[in-house]
């Protein structure tokens, strides 16, 4: 295998053109998303929902926003918003999702996209009829080192897949997120955590034919940890999740001809290193934007897409969103976590 790889076709953040985007939920996630999209792409933040009034006034002043609403209605309704990012717990997904879309809103929804795979439909062909982006924010898919691996999946530079592992396990209390160990908040580590081994996955093997998991519950009944085997053809997956201590977060995919592996934390921009089985070995920066800040490149993305006129990402399709969630439900049905109103 020759040492020379791909080149990512991953452009700048700073190139998208800009959209203007609400806010909807400013919690942990939503900080660091507008931080990253102020400093490193032409986004514009215009607008931000919030229950709590102090809480969206302070986000607004953090971050130089204009306007707060209290009403999550008024930001689907609000004319100078083109895009809405849903940065709630799981469980408000496809009811807040719906409502932007309602409202003629393009949606980047954090992951995991919906609770199930049903709700996933549902918001995906809404979005379809009103001709708006709905985008899963499962931001590791658009990152540069993610398109470099595409690319060598696509020309067979890894020969036959053989296996893939992605752990991601954090210490995290009910003391710490109580909404992670709600069941009516769709909490558990598998949509959370685990979503990101799932997806890494999906993207290598696609959907796969057969799912064995087993897991271990908290005292409110969400998945502490989970351990599934997924089968694809020859291939074989092996994920694992917890919210019982931090792991390495690693992942790796074993060809026949070459292996790639990223370390922790492997959902973020990290060095991939591609080993043949000739001893060659080559290792792809992972960029400019390191960390968290690579929550950009989803915001960009979307933006592109709308610029484009497309309402289908390549790098993440509905069908794809759909299809991981299915595969979640049946982990979830294995393990026995079940959410009210699920």
Request: glycine share 10%; proline share 6%.
């Amino acid at each position: 295998m020759t040492t020379a790889l791909p080149l990512t076709r991953v452009p700048d953040p700073a190139a998208a053109p800009a959209l203007r985007w609400g806010i909807l939920g400013p919690g942990t996630i939503a900080r660091t998303f507008a931080s990253t999209v102020l400093t490193h792409s032409r986004q514009h933040l215009v607008a931000v929902a919030s229950r709590s009034r102090e809480r969206g006034e302070h986000f607004a002043g953090e971050f130089g926003i204009p306007r707060v609403h209290t009403a999550y209605e008024d930001l689907a309704a609000d004319p100078e918003v083109d895009v809405i990012y849903v940065a709630t717990p799981h469980s408000h997904h496809r009811a807040q999702a719906l409502l932007a879309i309602g409202g003629g809103k393009h949606v980047l929804v954090e992951k995991a996209f919906t609770r199930n795979a049903s709700e996933a439909r549902e918001v995906l062909q809404a979005a379809q009829e009103a001709g708006v982006v709905a985008l899963e924010a499962m931001w590791s898919r658009f990152l540069p080192g993610t398109d470099v691996l595409r690319q060598l999946l696509a020309d067979g530079a890894l020969g036959t897949i053989v296996s893939v592992t992605a752990d991601h396990g954090q210490l995290i209390g009910a003391a710490d997120a109580a909404r992670l160990h709600d069941p009516a908040l769709a909490g558990g580590a598998l949509l959370d955590l685990g979503i990101y081994p799932v997806s890494f996955a999906s993207l290598v093997l696609g959907q796969p034919d057969t799912i064995r998991a087993t897991g271990t519950l908290t005292p409110s009944g969400v998945d502490e940890q989970v351990r599934a085997v997924l089968t694809s053809g020859g291939a074989e997956a092996v994920l694992t999740t917890t919210l019982a201590e931090r792991t390495h977060n690693t992942a790796s995919i074993v060809g026949t001809t070459a292996r790639v592996d990223l370390p922790g934390d492997f959902y973020t921009p990290v060095p991939l290193t591609v080993r043949s089985t000739d001893g060659a070995t080559s290792t792809i920066d992972p960029g400019p934007i390191s960390g968290h800040d690579g929550l950009v490149y989803q915001a960009a993305h979307l933006a592109q897409l709308v610029a484009d006129g497309r309402t289908h990402s390549p790098a993440l399709p509905p069908e794809e969103t759909i299809g991981i969630l299915t595969t979640t439900d049946e982990i979830r049905r294995q393990v026995g976590v079940v959410y009210p109103g699920d």
